[in-house]
């Protein structure tokens, strides 16, 4: 049984950093590009970033890059997304998520689409300003 979960999340003023674990359990990690996404109240669930297996490429959301920097550690079966210079639009429910469909360990294009196999149930984030 594959299991997802994150961590980490808060409340946290406007220009602070935060830093979101994610672990999986069930899955052979190391198999997998890895996802984070987030949901505000309202809003469609939106791509944040994306990590292939090997962590050697990273994709970033055009309102994010720059200031997140997604990472992993495949010996901990860990996921991670370090937040700097955070914004109250940032505010968010933040999930991880493991395998977008058909992506062989690799994102795909379409990695901000929420087409994976695998979610966490979120942690949220929340900017004050």
């Known amino acids: 049984q594959v299991q997802v979960v994150e961590s980490g999340g808060g409340l946290v003023q406007a220009g602070g950093s935060q830093r979101l674990s994610c672990t999986a359990s069930?899955?052979?990690?190391?198999?997998?590009?890895m996802g984070w996404f987030r949901q505000a109240p309202g809003k469609e669930r939106e791509g944040v970033s994306c990590?292939?297996?090997?962590?050697?490429?990273?994709y970033y959301a055009d309102s994010v890059r720059g200031r997140f920097t997604i990472s992993r550690d495949n010996a901990k079966n860990t996921l991670y997304l370090q937040m700097n210079s955070l914004k109250p639009e940032d505010t968010a429910m933040y999930y991880c998520?493991?395998?977008?469909?058909?992506?062989?360990?690799?994102?795909?294009?379409?990695?901000?689409?929420?087409?994976?196999?695998?979610w966490g149930q979120g942690t949220q984030v929340t900017v004050s300003s």
């Open positions: 069930g899955l052979t990690f190391d198999d997998y590009a």
């Open positions: 998520a493991a395998d977008p469909a058909s992506a062989s360990g690799y994102c795909p294009g379409s990695w901000f689409v929420p087409e994976y196999n695998y």
């Open positions: 990590i292939s297996w090997h962590g050697g490429s990273t």
